[in-house]
């Protein structure tokens, strides 16, 4: 038996209508490191889904005290120096309770810079710290528009601290973007896995 909402049909016989509009997201990429510089996605930014999203899971630096970043890049470029404007906060609280932060981080943001974008809290390189979160990047493909990204994550910071970052922006090209790239501010990502997902909405 079919289910119908105002003379158009849902259900017809436990399937879904095909007419209907349905959103969805899909695992499309995953890159895990071990003692890399960076992991770079250079395929799959297509204009099939409407925004990508990019998982951090337990991203691991070699060099303490470092912050997780990203760039992008068009076409067959490899430079990953793209202009981009953002803003950057962020809340901290340390295990020994002595210290609570909420503030905006002015030395993070860019200003129609060419520098990575630092997405994350300094991270400590002790075996259980780590920094996890994601980025998601809007219409990437897009010819006429600029592409906006937001970025929130988690890190375990080497002297007790737990550092919550909000980071967004946009990336001021017209051009479609085909690369982007993760790495630390200095030295490898020594372990953790980013997946890339894309979202379309149907």
Known sequence: MGLISNGTTLLD????????????????????ASS???L???????STYDHYIFKFIDIHPQTDQKNLSFQVDTGTNTDYNQTITSTVFQAYH???????????????DLAQGTA??????????????CV????????????????????????????????????????????AITRVRFKFTAGNIDSGTIKMYGVYSG
């Open 13 to 32: 016989a436990g399937a879904l209508s095909g007419g209907i509009a349905t959103g969805g997201i899909k695992l499309l990429s995953t890159l895990t």
């Open 36 to 38: 890399s510089a960076t």
């Open 40 to 46: 770079d996605f250079t395929s799959g930014l297509t």
């Open 94 to 108: 340390n295990a020994a309770d002595s210290a609570a932060v909420l503030q905006y981080i002015v030395n993070l």
């Open 116 to 129: 990575v974008q630092q997405i994350s809290e300094a991270t400590g390189n002790a075996n259980d710290e």
């Open 132 to 175: 996890s979160g994601q980025l998601t990047i809007f219409s990437p493909a897009s010819t006429a528009l600029t592409k906006h990204f937001i970025s929130r994550t988690q890190a375990a910071e080497g002297t007790g601290y737990s550092g919550d970052q909000h980071t967004a922006g946009y990336i001021n090209t017209t051009t």
